[in-house]
């Protein structure tokens, strides 16, 4: 079959059953395009930004398990990417971005926007590739989903020189399968470790579970909750293992780390055996590695040989996909005493994980995310952006199913909510909710247009505290109250501003004004009393909504362990 090598790219994207892509035109992929124009198989949503379309393919993938794509042009197109990808890398996000580059002849001239996206890209991809025949196109893109999609995901680039879109292969035949000889990801645990881990957990006295994203990823959230009921034994999940576990089952403690519960604090810096799943020991989990979990030996089940011992040394490394390990561990795991150990894990725990200070005459950011899950019921996909907004959906809804939370982990891209909630909506063709703060969603607040223009049930719920909140908490605790550029309601000089309530008398933005703009309903709280209907009303309309709720200015997210210390050094709300 003759083909261009931008027809290969649509057939090759049919092929790999992708239905929908993000991106974003410019010169040189003007002809992958043109062939797109016809593709009544793949839609392609126009974003107004690259850096929300590499967002949005990340949360279609986190939402729906595929790979997501993204498409830009070369040079700055191509490097506002640059953020999503790096987002997608971090937290383990199969995405394939295809880019646009000049062609063939002039590389390395300092073109027209020319950028060594190669170069550029190779610290946060898994794998990239630059093409440089129209032969190699088909077997590129095979290569890169195939990549994308297995062993530890992780994002794939693809940069097309334009020559590379306009040339014809005579005989064009899509690959069936591909093999790569250099790549071959470990799925099935050695049966001997399993039993070794077996063993130890049955003689432990402390243990506890230790589960994040690598749960999820691998679809084994059943095998962790029959792991856990099996041996009686406490679970805590990181961040972006939030639904990977039930977070209403009486075993579990919420999520470990900087603003993690006591309970999982104290019982990961407790235990004599930490049987961790699918992580990669973050500084945001851990604090002080040389600290960190000074009684126990530890367990580590991964599909990524390379992060097993990185951060902190492992007893029994387990390598291969969490499935597979956790369905043969099952088989023969047989529990220990560890009756003592849950009852103080009890007491840890007390009546709630978290809990803050109630009021009658502002709203408190918590209670938002409270109502959220009742309003629910516990049903949504929660998007979030990043900052405090982020701490408090993971610590106010209850997430029990994996794939409901959509939350940038390892990068902490501001902007990362709102278009990811849009890929999530998308690919699920269901409403999905957005966290956010009033800073972070006017990193990408462009994309109102493109929820507007393609009705996207994206909702999103805005906690307007007028500051950027997190950094602000920081220099409230650490740096004496110098609120220095964090203040979004005035000049910046919110430090020295001696009646910061007087600064509620405008809004900058008019976030109701703006989603009018768009043709998005829009709907703001600014006391208790409306907080509940201005929530049920943005919740009811079919299509996108934007719920304000102007919150408490100065709340704190707590509790908190301070950088560098460890799991029991913690911070309360004094």
Not at 167 to 185: D, F, G, M, N, Q
Not at 516 to 545: C, D, H, Q, T, W
Request: net charge positive; glycine share 10%.
């Amino acid at each position: 079959m003759k083909m261009t090598g931008a027809q290969i790219v649509v057939d090759a994207l049919i092929q790999e059953k992708v239905d929908l892509i993000f991106g974003y035109p410019g010169g040189v992929v003007i002809p992958i395009f043109d062939a797109l124009y016809g593709a009544k198989k793949v839609k392609v949503i126009l974003t107004r930004h690259e850096q929300a379309a590499a967002h949005a393919a990340d949360g279609y993938a986190r939402a729906t398990g595929k790979v997501g794509v993204c498409l830009s042009t070369s040079g700055p197109g191509a490097t506002n990417l640059v953020t999503g990808i790096a987002a997608a890398y971090l937290d383990s996000i199969p995405v394939v971005a295809i880019t646009g580059q000049v062609s063939t002849p002039i590389l390395g001239t300092d073109a027209f926007q020319e950028a060594d996206m190669v170069g550029i890209s190779r610290p946060i991809t898994k794998h990239n590739f630059l093409v440089k025949t129209i032969k190699e196109l088909p077997c590129t893109i095979k290569k890169a989903f195939y990549i994308a999609g297995t062993g530890r995901p992780g994002p794939v680039l693809i940069d097309i020189p334009m020559d590379i879109s306009k040339a014809t292969l005579a005989h064009y035949e899509y690959p069936k399968e591909v093999i790569i000889r250099s790549y071959k990801p470990n799925i099935v645990g050695h049966p001997q470790q399993i039993k070794r881990a077996a063993s130890l957990i049955k003689g432990a006295k402390r243990p506890v579970i230790f589960a994040g994203g690598g749960i999820i990823i691998s679809g084994a959230h059943n095998e962790l909750l029959e792991l856990a009921e099996k041996t009686n034994i406490p679970v805590t999940t990181t961040l972006m293992g939030l639904g990977g576990f039930p977070g209403t089952h009486r075993l579990f403690l919420g999520m470990p780390g900087m603003h993690g519960t006591k309970a999982a604090n104290y019982t990961l810096h407790n235990s004599d055996l930490i049987i961790s799943i699918g992580v990669r020991f973050d500084d945001r989990v851990t604090g002080d590695v040389n600290n960190f979990a000074p009684y126990a030996k530890i367990i580590h089940m991964d599909i990524d040989p390379a992060a097993i011992s990185k951060i902190i040394k492992v007893d029994i490394p387990v390598v291969g996909d969490a499935k597979n390990i956790l369905t043969q561990l099952n088989k023969i795991i047989e529990p220990g005493d560890y009756a003592a150990w849950n009852r103080q894990v009890s007491k840890w725990k007390g009546r709630a994980l978290f809990s803050y200070p109630k009021s009658k005459e502002e709203i408190k950011p918590q209670a938002v995310v409270e109502a959220i899950y009742k309003e629910t019921k516990g049903e949504a996909v929660i998007a979030t952006e990043v900052g405090q907004n982020q701490m408090w959906a993971a610590h106010y809804y209850r997430y029990t199913k994996p794939r409901t939370l959509l939350s940038s982990g390892g990068l902490g891209a501001m902007g990362y909510g709102m278009p990811a909630a849009m890929g999530a909506a998308l690919g699920l063709n269901k409403p999905v909710i957005d966290i956010a703060g009033d800073g972070s969603i006017q990193m990408n607040i462009q994309e109102l247009a493109t929820i507007s223009l393609n009705n996207i049930p994206v909702k999103v719920v805005i906690l307007n505290n007028g500051y950027l909140g997190m950094v602000r908490q920081w220099q409230e605790l650490f740096y004496n109250k110098r609120y220095s550029s964090t203040c979004l309601m005035e000049d910046n000089t919110c430090g020295e501003c001696k009646e910061p309530e007087k600064c509620r008398k405008k809004y900058v933005p008019d976030f109701i004004a703006l989603a009018k703009s768009y043709n998005i309903p829009a709907f703001r709280a600014e006391k208790p009393s409306e907080m509940l209907p201005v929530l049920r009303k943005g919740l009811k309309i079919e299509g996108p909504a934007i719920m304000e709720f102007i919150v408490s200015r100065e709340e704190n997210v707590f509790p908190m362990v301070p950088a560098g210390k460890s799991l029991d050094q913690i911070m309360e709300e004094k």
